[in-house]
């Protein structure tokens, strides 16, 4: 069975966010990174997590986005997962808690940060090399 520690390799540190960013600077933090949520730490400890909808939901109550901090927008209750975990569960507790990211969290510190599309890419490549098995063994079949 495939590990998260498997999805994270060669992958750069993760983005993170600090809990005292105003809700305009994560707002650009996350367009130049290209990311739609980052992990919000403080002192290299897991303390939230920052979505685009955490920001949307703070500008449709009409706050001001340099006065209001990550602090104040941020889910606290971060669904999280380790190093060791499968991957399977992972993507069954996303699923289950509608998110779409997952901390990897190990002895506090954070190894990095999966997706939902990072779990929908793992299962097609293990449906392509399961399909490429499959086909090396009907061309031996037939020898």
Do not use: K
Not at 57 to 75: F, G, I, N, S
């Amino acid at each position: 069975m495939l590990l998260v520690r498997h999805l994270l390799r060669n992958r750069p540190a993760p983005d993170l966010l600090a809990p005292e960013f105003s809700v305009r600077e994560a707002a650009r933090f996350m367009r130049v990174q290209r990311i739609g949520g980052a992990p919000v730490a403080d002192r290299g400890r897991l303390v939230g997590f920052c979505s685009e909808r955490d920001l949307v939901w703070a500008l449709a109550e009409a706050r001001d986005p340099d006065r209001t901090l990550v602090a104040d927008v941020m889910t606290a209750d971060v669904v999280t997962c380790g190093p060791d975990d499968l991957v399977a569960d992972c993507e069954e507790r996303l699923r289950s808690r509608s998110c779409r990211h997952l901390p990897v969290v190990e002895g506090g510190r954070i190894l990095g940060c999966l997706s939902l599309r990072d779990f929908l890419q793992s299962d097609v490549r293990e449906r392509e090399a399961e399909l490429e098995q499959l086909n090396a063994y009907i061309r031996t079949a037939g020898a």
